[in-house]
């Protein structure tokens, strides 16, 4: 049974608004903090919890913040990145829209630590309804002298704006998103220096994802310890998981870390199971840029022991049979699901989306898809599969920033995993013709293992 | 600071980068740039050419860096090893990069008049394959004039960003710049604005491949038929320092002066550039030292017969080559 | 996006555009949320409430209003309206549906919600119809997965898509032609 750290009040009527939210136990954290508290205070609760930016890295926060130059006369700012476009991900958004002042009130105490005086939440043009949402609630927040100068008496001031991008996934990348906050093309910025050093107007910058800074309001509200004892090594405290694709009950859910991925994909309180009855064939664990995994392999590690919901037992088995838990947008694919088209699809999307700044990317991401756009519709050959995975490797490691590797490794875990299924397209292309395919060629899904307990 | 790059060891001052640390030693274990200028602020970091290993990181923290590194924009550390062409990692990314350059380039040499003294060119030369393993449509741009001094063949662009910098630093007021994304990117004014500054001219010698050429120079020569010298004229705009491209007194083009990394000492304007053309105007100070691999230097001028009067008569155009 | 690109040339018609006086007071509300001398990062939400109020799509003349507003050379504005897929360097019809084509959208029938639009309006993907009414573009990722498969009319999300659904939505917009769709207006949003 999880806890619901972040969405326990998620469901009460007018959530939304200060008053209610308030009387739920809102802003008690942010009063706890800059009335009781030190910002070092707060930083040490936040390492001491142990928090991992959810937003796909997973890089430790509290070490985040460590970073962040603090000796310079220069003003320091903290941007939340609401830019969440990573397929299969949709947990900010359901947590902005619900929970807005719980977004808010993570920014106040990150703010009071890191003593910051103006905040940007840079949220994508295409929730625009989301930004109405954060600005009606960031004026309440001015009005009950949450936000602005002197907050509660305590002599601190803080300002919460608000960005729109507009269509753009690279902008997710937290230095192109600095980029488009100062009104240029999201090309991410060439790293050294980072932006704890040099970020935004070149000032110290700490760049957080949604997820991340509302979870450190029941930080504050629990203290780090009790945050910290919550899951597993050093996934701890809870994750919310946008569960999607061809499951009974898609939706965000907010776990502990820790569940069997069996668990959440079948049990009722969760996944509730593969629609339609149908057997699972893979699941992309992590948004559409970490590895997928076949059913075998997801359930269960190359060891035999059962996957968790965790940043280190998904990775178990490293690239060759792990994947990773990146921003928690599960997408579950049923045994009906063409892995050849997906992964086309996976790369049209890259294509689509990168900035075109480096090389190895601009280049890689077009060449490979429409090699995968022929495999897919019949007309591909059998050395082209090698090819592709040639190109992915050839991408991998060697751009300036992650999207590169982000773009290789769909297609490299696709290939590694399901090679019978590229083989078919290219040896069957009458059948794979048919754009309900997957349903027709049955014979690489009987190739992937299944626990017994699911045939 | 120490640094050590394929096994030599050089002492360079805080915040120098890799690249600049490995030109200070010089020779075969520089790193190629396609996008990084020393002069340009900002540059660098794109093309990924320059990619090295850093087998330690300093002295202090002996771990390797997790990735290849851009050398351009990588300041060294103290007792930092870094390995160039000893590492056949390195020579395998760099191979890669070469093949993404080349999949959408027109591979048109024979007709762009920068064929050699082209970057792409000679990474080419060290670092292509054989075979084009891509089967795809190559991006196609119709060549524009922009103004009419520089032309603009979009098709052999790499998208180094060097010409945007220069118009940023250089020119004052930048009228072109990078439109589109992903892999549509294109260098263009949208409106196709004529570039027309004093210094625009400079994009020209930045471009490392046929991208923005010299229209009052277009098709007129190969640049090794001519004979490079270092020039200079009183000028109020520049410091009149260039190379005139020349073929006995006739001066076929002007550019700055390169260095043997392809950049220019000093910027120069376009009144140097594109109208002093006449031998008077010029004080010519003497042969242009051009490196050694460079088919520039490959030239026999003696024999040579002015292009202009060549006459299609057996048996001559085999003895000029 | 395969083949040739062919190399577009924009013309600038010299149309006197300008802001209402009221947005242009919310523009200078929103220029003072960033430092003075980083007008510049006003950019985005100024063409955002630029495309909405001047016509529907970025011209060349609008975009060299918004540099002059925000004090930047106009290729500054070229160069990022180019660069962001929600901003149209050409006019789009009235009602701009966008079809989220991204793995679990396609996984839940995103294609067929795609072919039967198609099919309902008459048009193919990246066409307009010829009333200027709709103009139907595929999308990638909306962040709307949970409720596959999803479009988005004038940044309106319509979830959970099936064709019955799409024939009534398509049905009511063009009954309501005369009736103003009810749309955020962006200069109001911060």
Known sequence: MGRALLTENILIPGIRDFDVYRAHGGYVSAEKALKEMTAADVCREVTKSGLRGRGGAGFPTGLKWSFLDRKTERPRYLVCNADESEPGTFKDRYLMEHLPHLLIEGLIISSFALGVRSCYIYVRGEFKYIIGILKRAIDEAYQHNFLGNNILGTGLSLDIFLHPGAGAYICGEETALLESLEGKRGNPRIKPPFPAFKGLYDCPTVVNNVETLAAVVPIIGMGGDAYAAIGVGKSTGTKLISACGNINKPGVYEIDFGLPVEDFIYSEQYCGGIRDGKMLKAVVPGGSSVPVLPAGLMLNTVKGEQRLMTYESMAEGGFETGTMLGSGGFIVFDEDACMVRNTWNFTCFYRHESCGQCSPCREGTAWMEPILKRIELGEGKSKEIDLLVSIAAKIEGNTICPFGDAAAWPVASAIRHFRDEFEFHIDHPEIVKNIEHGSIYKYPVSSIQHPASLR | ?321 | MDGLINHRLYKKENKIVRFSEETLKRIAGIILHYPADRKKSALLPVLHIAQQELGGYLSVDVMDYVASLLEIQPVEVYEVATFYSMFHPEPVGKYLIEVCQTGPCALCGGEHILDHLENVLGITNGGTTSDGMFTLKTVECLGSCGTAPVMQINTEFYESMTKEKVESVIRELKEKDNQQFQETRWAELF
């Open chain 2, 1 to 321: 600071m120490r640094v050590t790059i394929d096994d030599i060891t050089v002492d360079v001052e805080e915040g120098t980068t890799i690249l600049t640390a490995a030109r200070k030693i010089g020779g075969k274990i520089v790193p190629p740039a396609m996008c990084w200028y020393s002069k340009l602020k900002g540059s660098g970091g794109k093309c990924r050419t320059c990619l090295v290993k850093v087998a330690q990181s300093s002295a202090k923290d002996p771990r390797p860096m997790p990735k290849l590194v851009a050398s351009c924009s990588t300041p060294v550390q103290d007792g930092m090893v870094v390995q160039n062409i000893t590492s056949p990692e390195v020579l395998e990314a760099r191979k890669a990069i070469v093949e993404f350059l080349l999949i959408n380039h027109p591979l048109d040499c024979p007709v762009c008049d920068q064929a050699g003294e082209c970057d792409l060119q000679d990474l080419s030369f060290l670092h292509g394959m054989v075979e084009t393993r891509s089967e795809e449509p190559r991006r196609e741009f119709p060549a524009i004039d922009i103004g009419d001094k520089i032309k603009l063949n979009m098709n052999r662009c790499i998208l180094c960003y060097r010409c945007v910098f220069t118009a940023d630093q250089i020119t004052g007021k930048r009228v072109h710049g990078v439109l589109y994304r992903g892999d549509a990117p294109e260098i263009s004014t949208y409106i196709q604005n004529v570039i027309d500054n004093d210094f625009s001219g400079n994009v020209i010698d930045v471009c490392p491949v046929g991208a923005l050429t010299d229209r009052t120079f277009r098709f007129k020569s190969r640049v090794w038929f001519l004979n490079a010298m270092d020039a200079h004229r009183d000028c109020t705009h520049c410091g009149g320092k260039v190379t005139a491209w020349m073929y006995g007194n006739e001066i076929y083009r002007i550019t700055g002066r390169k260095d043997k990394y392809g950049e220019v000492e000093e910027f120069i304007c376009n009144e140097c550039r594109f109208e002093k053309k006449n031998f008077s105007d010029w004080i010519i100070e003497g042969p242009r030292k051009i490196s050694r691999e460079s088919v520039i230097s490959a030239n026999h001028y003696e024999k040579l017969i002015k292009p202009s009067i060549i006459h299609p008569i057996e048996g001559t155009t085999e003895k000029q080559e």
